[in-house]
């Protein structure tokens, strides 16, 4: 019997798997990082990110500061359903990157994805939808 890991694969299966999607690879696209992805994933990542690696801390070693942050969501089914989206956008490593911002390098910041920093915010008409939107882009259903 073989051991099966967290993606639900065989452990040592030859079938490489994208890190944004979570399937098998789709035309795969390799970066000089050795990181590959799905095509189509790679380029949706680079209309987010930009020209970096979605995989890849921008200095492997170097510390990086935080966010210290409290998000809301409507207690609502339509809110549990976008909870459970955003639950599976950060197993998946989509919620945050390492980048340079403000002057500073290696911050931990937010990868497009809406969040409501105060409970009226998740109450603005349209906030749940455009936080599906934002985790559609990322292959988040």
Do not use: Y
């Amino acid at each position: 019997m073989s051991k099966i890991s967290k993606a639900g694969r065989a452990v040592g299966s030859e079938e490489e798997t994208c890190p944004i999607c979570m399937d098998p690879l789709q035309m795969k696209q390799r970066l000089i990082c050795t990181h590959a992805f799905c095509a189509a994933c790679l380029k949706k990542a680079v209309e987010t990110l930009g020209l970096q690696c979605p995989e890849a801390q921008p200095n492997p070693g170097k510390p990086f500061t935080g966010i210290l942050t409290r998000d809301w969501l409507p207690n609502s089914p339509e809110g549990w359903k976008v909870l459970k989206l955003l639950q599976r956008a950060f197993e998946q490593k989509l919620v945050f990157t390492v980048a340079a911002t403000d002057g500073a390098a290696d911050r931990v910041v937010f990868t497009g994805i809406p969040h409501a920093g105060e409970c009226s915010e998740c109450f603005q008409p349209g906030f749940l939808q455009k936080v599906k939107v934002a985790l559609k882009a990322k292959f988040i259903e």
